[in-house]
């Protein structure tokens, strides 16, 4: 499989501190790979996604995303802690918010919004506000945005975050099943270990200051994953203690 990412000599300092938070990092991701990088705060997981979202700038290295050039998608988008969602707007219209400056037409965009609603079992809340729905809601509202410009690589910071335990499960389980749809390259960034083995592929992690990759582990374990599992656990601890 092809690499969709590659991360090369990634440096990023905050303004003018001497210090980078991260150096000389490198990383690739391929298509349809879904990757969790895990740390400890303030060694640049977050930061590390902004600037591979392009919405900051690192220091040094190069990051490369290798997707075909499409004015009717976007190469990556971002579901973050909070679903964003525009107050004043409806959850139909949020999402087709996004679409704004594709060249697609009133039929195409209907159409993406549909087909997301549906992917993300929220047809019947499509006219509904924000404030009329539950917090796990808003959040695949997010995550219906995100997913209708059709993005090559999808960024998702720690997007459970600010659930309950039980809902975090259920949306857990809720992207499991929209990735095994879609096949997007996925790159999500969370502080929970059991988490990451439980959703990815790949887990990154990154520690020390600067922070690096102190362990790249692939997780060779079966889906369904059943959760609390022996193997999930020794894998969990392994991860553990890299951080």
């Known amino acids: 499989m092809a690499s969709i990412l590659k991360i090369e000599d990634l440096s990023y300092h905050y303004g003018n501190n001497p210090k980078p938070v991260f150096a000389n990092l490198n990383l690739q991701i391929e298509d349809g790979e879904f990757i969790a990088v895990v740390g400890g705060s303030g060694v640049g997981k977050s930061t590390l996604l902004r600037c591979v979202a392009g919405l900051a700038s690192s220091s ?3 990051i490369t995303l290798d997707v075909e050039e499409n004015d009717t998608r976007r190469s990556r988008s971002v579901v973050f802690q ?3 969602l525009m107050p004043w707007r409806t959850l139909r219209s949020n999402i087709a918010y996004g679409l704004t400056g594709l060249n697609l037409t009133a039929e195409q965009k209907r159409k993406r919004v549909d087909d997301v609603l549906t992917l993300t079992r929220l047809d019947e809340l499509a ?8 917090g796990g809601q808003v959040q695949r ?5 995100a997913l209708a410009v059709q993005p090559h690589l999808l960024l998702m910071d720690e997007p459970f975050s600010a659930v309950d335990a039980i809902t975090r499960h259920h949306l857990q389980d809720q992207l499991l099943a929209i990735w095994e749809k879609t096949r997007k390259a996925v790159m999500f960034i969370t502080h929970d270990i059991e ?8 887990v990154i992690v990154l520690s020390g ?5 102190a362990l790249d582990k692939r997780i060779d374990l079966p889906r369904p994953r059943q959760r ?3 193997a999930l656990q020794s894998i969990a601890q392994d991860i553990a203690n890299a951080l």
């Open 60 to 62: 040094s290295g190069n």
């Open 127 to 134: 006219d509904r506000w924000p404030y009329q729905l539950s």
């Open 228 to 230: 609390n599992t022996d």
């Open 195 to 202: 988490e990451a083995v439980y959703l990815a592929d790949r």
């Open 82 to 84: 909070d679903g964003r």
């Open 209 to 213: 200051s600067p922070g690096n990759i």
């Open 141 to 145: 509202g997010g995550i219906a945005r």
